[in-house]
């Protein structure tokens, strides 16, 4: 489990690293061994956000606020889910004012720490959608599966057709696209260049497949053999 501490007091982040670290021998049989990055700032934390399961975010300055850092992780797309450290002289929680935020009191107490990091890890692996990385030449979108409707290929670029109408592109072969789909049984491979979500056919015959997005894909005149 990939953990992304972010405080901008230096004690607090070394006490979180220390915490986080002893609870690695509690918790790992629920949630597999706890690697924790620790950064000073919310910028810092930000250039890599994708990679991190769980943010302890413990803010002390006014010019560092939880709810900026959370709209931009969420505005990313961010899967990680958030714990906001709070003193104890914080009047609310953020909990009644953000869907989907742990709060963790402070001082930070073991039990209720290794509690969260449990309830957390439970939440994000039931909340896990399959996703795909597509790489452009100036974008990286994390582009979940049930939206893709079908991919070809041509001149060693993949189109991706999504359910939304649009289309993004990137480097590749119909080959490489399989291999990055091959434990999803609903892509098959129609014809050489062109694989579908099965799950958004309407109908196929001899001559073509009808999609969900209203397009329809013609079929070679001999069928097509996979080797």
């Not at 582009?143 to 070809?152: Q, S």
């Not at 001149?155 to 091959?182: A, Q, R």
């Amino acid at each position: 489990m990939y953990i992304a501490v972010v405080a901008d007091n230096i004690a607090d982040r070394k006490q979180m690293e220390r915490l986080l670290g002893r609870a690695n021998d509690a918790v790992s049989a629920d949630t597999g061994t706890l690697y924790v990055d620790s950064y000073g700032d919310m910028q810092s934390a930000l250039r890599t956000p994708m990679r991190y399961e769980l943010f302890f975010l413990d803010f002390t300055t006014p010019e560092n606020d939880p709810k900026e850092f959370i709209s931009q992780l969420q505005t990313l797309g961010a899967p990680g889910r958030i714990v906001v450290c709070q003193p104890d002289d914080v009047p609310f929680s953020y909990e009644d004012t953000i869907n989907g935020i742990y709060t963790i009191r402070k001082p930070i107490l073991v039990a209720p720490l290794h509690q969260t990091i449990k309830d957390a890890h439970k939440a994000q692996m039931e909340a896990i959608v399959p996703t795909i990385e597509v790489r452009s030449d100036s974008e990286t979108y994390y582009v979940p599966l049930e939206k893709i409707v079908y991919a070809t290929s041509k001149d060693s670029t993949i189109y991706i057709h999504l359910k939304d109408g649009s289309t993004l592109s990137m480097f590749g072969t119909i080959e490489n696209f399989m291999i990055w789909v091959e434990k999803h049984k609903e892509f098959v491979l129609i014809k050489k260049d062109t694989v579908v979500n099965t799950n958004h056919v309407l109908s196929h015959d001899k001559r073509e497949y009808r999609l969900s997005n209203g397009e329809s894909i013609s079929l070679p005149r001999f069928p097509f053999f996979q080797s």
